[in-house]
């Protein structure tokens, strides 16, 4: 079944405590981006990803860091997580050379920072 | 600057039609989106328009008109189901960040019986 897959889908953390989100896709999309999405606000990009090894920001990417070392891979990375961090993340990948390239969603991850 | 305006609520009674407007104002424009997001869920795709015009699917069409900056998603025979946040989105093409959608904040349908 083809999917995005993200890890842990809840997680309630201290503040300053490294953490990294996980986000797996099944269909050999190049173009990976994650989200954060809060009341009010919609959904905002923090970080893309072109290709392997390409990496950009995107509209809010302070205090989060991303990789692709691989395809299929795209971690969200936050080194010392805030308060202000709390928010519904969501991994995201698409195929640009595709006629309409719609974005395929992972599930979302629910992230609490105390 | 980067825009998309939408309506932030709308309630409309099952069984009726309602049509929800968005506009944009973007430095490039390749596409224009419209995604279905149930609360706390993954938003799911439901569209997609990069000519003017009308396209259908099912009880749902989408309508852009790109002189204007403006679309339109129009829902039909509504469903208790069919309560949910919808949101337009424009694919920039901007820096040759192609993919990249830039998400209008949502609109939360309520359906009533």
């Known amino acids: 079944e083809a999917q995005v897959t993200q890890n842990p889908r809840y997680l309630i953390t201290v503040t300053g405590k490294k953490l990294t989100v996980t986000c797996s896709q099944n269909?050999?999309?190049?173009?990976m981006s994650w989200y954060r999405q809060d009341p009010g606000l919609g959904l905002r990009q923090i970080y893309y990803?072109?290709?392997?090894?390409?990496?950009d920001k995107g509209d809010v990417p302070e205090g989060y860091k991303v990789s692709r070392k691989e395809k299929r891979n795209f971690p969200l990375i936050l080194e010392s997580p805030s308060p202000n961090q709390t928010s519904l993340y969501f991994c995201?990948?698409?195929?640009?050379?595709?006629?309409?390239?719609?974005?395929?969603f992972g599930p979302g991850t629910r992230l609490t920072v105390t | 600057g980067q825009n998309i305006d939408q309506p932030t609520e709308m309630t409309a009674t099952e069984g009726a039609i309602v049509q929800i407007n968005c506009t944009y104002q973007?430095?490039?424009?390749?596409?224009l989106f419209w995604y279905q997001q149930h609360a706390g869920e993954a938003p799911t795709f439901l569209s997609y328009?990069?000519?003017?015009g009308l396209e259908e699917k099912g009880r749902f069409s989408s309508f852009l008109s790109r002189s204007k900056g403006y679309s339109y998603l129009l829902l039909k025979e509504l469903q208790m189901k069919d309560s949910a946040s919808y949101l337009c989105?424009?694919?920039?093409?901007?820096?040759?960040?192609?993919?990249?959608?830039?998400f209008g904040k949502g609109t939360k349908l309520s359906v009533k019986p």
């Open positions: 995201a990948s698409s195929s640009p050379g595709q006629f309409s390239a719609e974005q395929y």
């Open positions: 269909m050999n999309h190049e173009y």
């Open positions: 990803s072109m290709n392997v090894e390409v990496t």
């Open positions: 973007t430095s490039g424009f390749n596409g």
């Open positions: 328009n990069v000519l003017d």
């Open positions: 989105a424009v694919r920039d093409n901007y820096g040759g960040s192609q993919g990249n959608l830039i």
